[in-house]
C-alpha cells in the first residue's frame, strides 16, 4: 500500500508543478507550431503481483513498493494518437519484510513502447488543459538468468498542460506479463 507520507508527497509535487509551471509558458508567444513530442522525467511505483501476494501472506511477509526513475518521450503524429517510448530504471532493490527481516532482491531495469489515445479533453482555463491518455503498450524486461521477457501492458495517464509546453501528469500502468501493477507520476515539455 501506498503510505501516507507518499501521497502527500505526489500531491505536494502536482500543486507545486501547477502553480510555477506558468513561470515556464510563453505569456505572448504569437509563433504557434504544432508539438510533435514531449520529453519527461518522473517518478514509477511497482507494485508486487497480486498471485504472489498469497504465498508472501503465507510466509508472514510485507512487500515494500519498489522506486523508479522514469525516462518518458513521447511522439505526437497527431492529436489524438501518441507513441510513448519508456525506460524504468530502479532506483533500489525488491524489498520484503520476512518475520521482521528486510529481504532485498535485485530489481531489473525495463523499456517498452506501444500506442496511447486521448480519451478526452477538457479545457481548464485559457492556457491550461486536463487530458486523459489510455492506450496498450509492450515492456521489455530481463530476468535473473538474463532471459529478454516482453510483457503486454495497459496504461493511462492524466496529462495537465499549461501554457504551450508545460505538461505534469499522474498515471497508473499494469503489466500483464508480470502481474504488477505501477503508479507514475512526473513533468515534462513539449516540443
Do not use: H
Request: glycine residues 8%; hydrophobic residues 45%.
Amino acid at each position: 500500500m501506498i503510505s501516507f507520507f507518499m501521497i502527500k508527497k505526489i500531491i505536494c509535487l502536482i500543486v507545486l508543478c501547477f502553480l510555477f509551471g506558468n513561470n515556464y509558458a510563453a505569456e505572448n508567444d504569437t509563433l504557434k507550431k504544432k508539438q510533435l513530442f514531449e520529453i519527461s522525467f518522473g517518478q514509477n511505483l511497482l507494485f508486487i503481483s497480486n498471485s504472489k501476494v498469497v504465498d508472501i501472506r503465507n510466509q508472514s511477509a510485507i512487500v515494500i513498493p519498489t522506486s523508479s526513475a522514469l525516462f518518458f518521450v513521447e511522439l505526437r503524429p497527431s492529436k489524438k494518437l501518441k507513441i510513448p517510448v519508456f525506460f524504468n530504471l530502479p532506483i533500489e532493490s525488491k524489498q520484503f519484510l520476512v518475520n521482521g527481516q528486510l529481504v532485498n532482491e535485485k530489481a531489473n531495469p525495463t523499456f517498452g513502447s506501444g500506442i496511447e489515445f486521448r480519451i478526452f479533453q477538457l479545457k481548464l482555463d485559457s492556457k491550461s488543459k486536463l487530458e486523459l491518455e489510455l492506450g496498450p503498450l509492450i515492456s521489455i524486461v530481463t530476468s535473473k538468468k538474463g532471459k529478454v521477457l516482453m510483457a503486454p501492458l495497459a496504461a493511462g495517464r492524466f496529462r495537465i498542460t499549461r501554457g504551450e509546453n508545460f505538461v505534469m501528469y499522474i498515471g497508473s500502468n499494469y503489466s500483464f506479463g508480470v502481474d504488477a501493477w505501477g503508479l507514475m507520476f512526473g513533468t515534462g515539455t513539449m516540443f
